[in-house]
């Protein structure tokens, strides 16, 4: 078989039409549409020097690749980083009637790797970009790894903040006009995971159920991830406009899976959501995946939410399910499917691209599995709840495309005494994004299937009625 990139360009997730793609940057809502850029290297499916690759949307969902935002210069190649739209004009960059957007971005200077923060700027709802003329307005101090500023507005203060990953802690500014930034404080030090260098910050304010407002500071770290390779972890606490504290003891994974890096959210949200998307990869393999004339696809956008589980502050994420419905057709749905269910060379799953909802009654059964694939390959997903662990399998799947040595990701999580499994799983040709239990844990990977996948079974290590429900939505734009 030969399997070309398009039989694995994803249909509703984004990726470039041509070339390589990391990092979402400056991710931002502005007069009706949802910005997109992206790490972009125009000239390779490779990484190579850096620029600002440019989408919008209305929906999250059809995007539209606008022409390069930001080209490299004589300060160097123009890594990850945010935009906000400055509707006081601190800057002082608007020229028109209406609020100027301004990028905060990463310099880098390829013959020393030195790292500076610098702006740019819009008064033309992002279709071109100005770089001010006083670049760069941070520099390093020596340190090596200083970069990816994450900047927003702080009510309290009346003043901006900057995140800035530095090393393996992450460093905070402020500053009343976006040009002049004063350091504050740093946070990381003697908490959370070190197992590599930390990238791409984001600092937000996030809500419970019922509204109660707490904040979180997500820290992508490279290597050092949960099931090898690149992963995002992420601190619950306060913030007070120049300090973030946290009583969390334990290090927490905004996802289990390998693939969903560098993500963080959209600024200036409508709908006050901390709506979230990462890069589908990991730096372990990602220049190696089977599609050549492009690489790299973005997760499909996700909401973040606030919980305390057991007593614990943690971060659900939710699929916008929403959009999901509106992408898909609902075509089988069961309320009482019983001792096993399953799908054989079945039309719904045909063009390996479906979103599946079903609910596990774990309190007669101990180990549950769902399985996916054709006569030759497959993905398996099992829970054991006696481990209370789930483990993902994707060592038969397909494209042996994972120097990693993390076909089989682990995710320990134990029921709550509803005995109930829930899982959501949005699957396009060459991912997989799996939502256990409204989002308590997640699970991104990708996989690279030498033929579609049209079989689906769920089995338990006992002949016993245990589905309680199954929905599968076949999707298609
Ligand atoms: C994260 C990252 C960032 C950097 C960018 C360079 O994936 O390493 O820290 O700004 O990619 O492309």
Not at 75 to 96: A, C, P
Not at 249 to 261: C, P, Q
Not at 383 to 410: H, M, Q, T, V, W
Not at 416 to 426: A, E, H, R, Y
């Amino acid at each position: 078989v030969t399997v070309g990139d398009n039989d694995y360009r994803p249909d509703f997730h984004f990726t470039p039409q041509k070339k390589w793609m990391n990092d979402p940057n400056g991710m931002v809502y502005y007069a009706g549409e949802y910005h997109l850029f992206y790490q972009y290297n125009p000239n390779e499916s490779v990484w190579g020097p850096m620029h600002w690759g440019h989408a919008i949307s209305k929906d999250l969902v059809n995007w539209e690749e606008l022409p390069i935002a930001l080209y490299p210069d004589n300060l160097g190649n123009i890594f990850s980083g945010s935009i906000v739209v400055d509707n006081n004009n601190t800057s002082g960059f608007k020229s028109g009637s209406e609020s100027p957007l301004v990028a905060v971005f990463t310099h880098q200077n390829p013959e020393n790797n030195k790292q500076t923060q610098s702006l740019a700027y819009s008064n033309d709802k992002g279709r071109t970009w100005t770089k001010y003329e006083n670049n760069p307005v941070l520099v390093n101090n020596d340190k090596a790894d200083f970069r990816d500023p994450k900047v927003s507005w702080h009510e309290g203060t009346q003043k901006w903040v900057m995140v800035l990953a530095v090393g393996d802690e992450i460093m905070f500014y402020t500053s009343s006009n976006l040009k002049n930034w004063v350091y504050k404080n740093s946070f990381g030090k003697n908490v959370g995971a070190h197992g590599g260098v930390w990238e791409c910050p984001d600092l937000f304010k996030i809500k419970d159920a019922n509204g109660q407002e707490t904040w979180a500071l997500l820290v992508s770290i490279n290597p050092g991830g949960p099931n090898g390779g690149s992963g995002t972890q992420y601190f619950l606490g306060d913030f007070d406009g120049e300090t973030f504290t946290s009583s969390q003891a334990e290090t927490l994974w905004l996802d289990y899976g390998t693939d969903n890096y560098a993500g963080v959210t959209w600024s200036n949200e409508p709908n006050n959501r901390n709506l979230f998307m990462g890069w589908m990869s990991n730096w372990s393999y990602a220049q190696n995946v089977p599609t050549y004339s492009y690489r790299s696809a973005m997760t499909f956008p996700r909401t973040l939410h606030w919980e305390k589980n057991n007593g614990k502050s943690i971060i659900v994420s939710k699929l916008p399910t929403e959009m999901i419905y509106a992408i898909g057709g609902k075509v089988v749905e069961n309320n009482n499917a019983g001792s096993r269910f399953e799908l054989l060379n079945d039309e719904t799953l045909g063009e390996g691209k479906f979103y599946l909802e079903t609910t596990i009654d774990f309190s007669v059964i101990n180990e549950a599995k769902i399985e996916w694939g054709n006569k030759s390959s497959s993905v398996v997903i099992k829970y054991n709840k006696i481990k209370g662990e789930l483990i993902l399998n994707r060592a038969e799947s397909g494209y042996k495309f994972n120097n990693l040595n993390s076909n089989i990701l682990k995710c320990p999580y134990v029921l709550p005494d509803s005995n109930q499994f829930k899982i959501n799983m949005l699957v396009d040709k060459s991912s997989m994004e799996i939502f256990l239990n409204d989002g308590e844990r997640v699970i991104t990977a990708l996989v690279f299937p030498l033929a579609p996948f049209k079989n689906l079974e769920i089995t338990a290590n006992e002949e016993i009625q245990f589905i309680e429900q199954i929905k599968i939505n076949k999707l298609s734009k």
